[in-house]
């Protein structure tokens, strides 16, 4: 696997994304100074490892489609945002939106994440080792979450086939999400992402929440209460 450096203090991102896209195949990648640039190494479509060894601003690693990104340091907006396939890494916290509209692949943040991560998750799985904010998994449709500390207001509002679970408190459930009991193979999917996200829980200490299912059709008598 061929080794290649990119200084951003000396190399124009443009330069970089266009490597990535072009000539990225099978390579690691490291990333020097990226200082919160947007849009870090997004749109891969190839195999390719991509370490950025600090901070990274909006949308690093979206679109990803079978790279691995890591991140030394935080993210910004929408990390990882349309995902397809792949892993991205963040060592440190996420901002708003992570993981957005997901499709596929596995997004892992150490610290913790703000609101609306995972918001329209349609597919994956997101792994948080702290807390998220409120409307977490908002209209999530498929995919799964982890949460290892607490999760804000209205965590899963309009929630669909999502599976979402928490170890910590949780400040408010949104509309249709609702605490299930675990079953065996809730136990085992817990502990098949944290071991793939390299984290250490008890799975038994975790909480299912799901969809009751009770907006799937609409109700015209409902009067905007439900």
Avoid at 101 to 114: E, Q, T, Y
Avoid at 120 to 132: A, E, F, M, Q, R
Avoid at 176 to 196: H, N, T
Wanted: contains cysteine.
């Amino acid at each position: 696997m061929e080794s290649l450096t990119f200084d951003l203090a000396t190399t124009p991102l443009r330069e970089l994304n266009r490597f990535l896209h072009r000539e990225a195949a099978d390579s690691k990648v490291a990333v020097l100074n990226p200082d919160g640039a947007h849009n870090i190494a997004v749109g891969l479509d190839c195999p390719v490892e991509v370490e950025v060894h600090g901070h990274a601003g909006y949308y690093a690693g979206g679109m990803n489609k079978t790279g691995t990104v890591t991140i030394f340091g935080s993210a910004g907006t929408g990390v990882a945002e349309n995902m397809m396939s792949g892993r991205v890494h963040v060592k440190g916290f996420a901002s708003n939106g992570a993981g957005a509209s997901m499709h596929g692949g596995l997004l892992v943040i150490d610290g913790d994440a703000g609101l609306r991560c995972g918001i329209s998750l349609k597919g994956g799985d997101i792994v948080v080792g702290g807390s998220v904010g409120s409307f977490s998994a908002f209209m999530a449709q498929a995919g799964r979450m982890v949460i290892c500390g607490d999760a804000g207001d209205a965590l899963g509002d309009s929630l669909y086939e999502a599976v979402l679970y928490v170890k910590g408190t949780i400040k408010s459930l949104g509309a249709d999400a609702q605490i299930e009991p675990m079953a065996e193979a809730d136990y085992a999917a817990v502990k098949s992402l944290l071991d793939a996200a390299g984290m250490r829980h008890d799975p038994k200490d975790f909480k299912r929440v799901a969809s009751a299912r009770s907006l799937y059709h609409w109700n015209a008598d409902a009067d905007q209460e439900y």
